[in-house]
C-alpha cells in the first residue's frame, strides 16, 4: 500500500510555479520521501528526495513540514514539458521497493 | 552517462509463448529492480536483486515469471506461457547500493499478449 495521499490531478499556467502537495502523516523516522515524475510512454524519472531539511536541485525544491507529515514538491518555473504524472513517495533507509500511488497528474497549460 | 536501457522496447507476442526481457543496468550498480506497470495502474513490483541474488522475489504474480541476474549485471526477466493479462509495460531500475538509494528507471518494454 502507498503511504502517501496526493491530488488526483493540477494545472499550472506556464512560467509559474507549481506546487505539487504531499501528506504522509504515517512516516517514520528513518525513512525518506522521493519525488518521482512519469511522462507518457517513457519509465520513472527521479526528481528529488529529501530527509527532513528542504532540498533544491536543478528540477525543483523540496519542502519538508517540521513534523515531517507533509511535504510540497516545487517547479518554480513549469514548462509544458513539465506535464507529466508526480509521484510522493516514501523509501526507508535500508532495502525498500518503491511503492508508488496514483500519484498526481500535473498539467501545464499555454 | 549511459542510463539503465532495456531490450526489446516493444514485445507482442502469443498467448502460450514464452518471452524474455532484458535490462541493464548502470555500470557499478549493484541493486536491480523489475516492476511492471498495466494501462492507467500505478508501478507494481516484481523482484529485486543485490548483486546475482533475489532476496525479494514476493512480487512475482505467478511461478510463470522468473529472473536471473549473471555477473551482478545483466538482468533477464522470462515469463513462460505468456497470458493477456500479462500485457503491461515492464520497467527495470537500478541503485547504486541499496533502496535507499535513487533507483534510476529504464524506459520499459512495452509487452502485449495477442
Known amino acids: 500500500d502507498a503511504k502517501t495521499t496526493q491530488p488526483t490531478s493540477m494545472d499550472c499556467a506556464e512560467g509559474r510555479a507549481a506546487n505539487l502537495p504531499c501528506n504522509h502523516s504515517t512516516i517514520s523516522g528513518n525513512e525518506y520521501v522521493y519525488w518521482y515524475r512519469q511522462i507518457h510512454s517513457q519509465g520513472p524519472q527521479y526528481i528529488i528526495h529529501g530527509l527532513k531539511n528542504n532540498e533544491t536541485n536543478e528540477m525543483a525544491s523540496l519542502i519538508i513540514t517540521e513534523d515531517r507529515k507533509s511535504s510540497t514538491l516545487i517547479l518554480p518555473h513549469a514548462t509544458l514539458r513539465d506535464t507529466a504524472v508526480y509521484y510522493c513517495i516514501v523509501i526507508k533507509t535500508s532495502y525498500d521497493k518503491v511503492i508508488f500511488g496514483p500519484g498526481t497528474s500535473l498539467s501545464v497549460i499555454p | 552517462g549511459a542510463g539503465v536501457s532495456q531490450s526489446p522496447s516493444n514485445k507482442v507476442t502469443e498467448k502460450g509463448k514464452d518471452v524474455e526481457l532484458r535490462c541493464d543496468p548502470i555500470s557499478g550498480h549493484t541493486a536491480l529492480y523489475w516492476y511492471r506497470q498495466s494501462l492507467g495502474q500505478g508501478l507494481e513490483f516484481l523482484i529485486y536483486f543485490q548483486g546475482n541474488s533475489a532476496p525479494d522475489k514476493s512480487g512475482l504474480p505467478s511461478d510463470r515469471f522468473s529472473a536471473e541476474r549473471t555477473g551482478g549485471s545483466v538482468s533477464t526477466l522470462t515469463i513462460q506461457r505468456t497470458q493477456q493479462e500479462d500485457s503491461a509495460v515492464y520497467l527495470c531500475?537500478?541503485?547504486?547500493?541499496?533502496?535507499?538509494?535513487?533507483?534510476?528507471f529504464g524506459p520499459g518494454t512495452r509487452l502485449t499478449v495477442l
Open positions: 531500475a537500478s541503485s547504486l547500493l541499496s533502496g535507499k538509494d535513487t533507483q534510476y
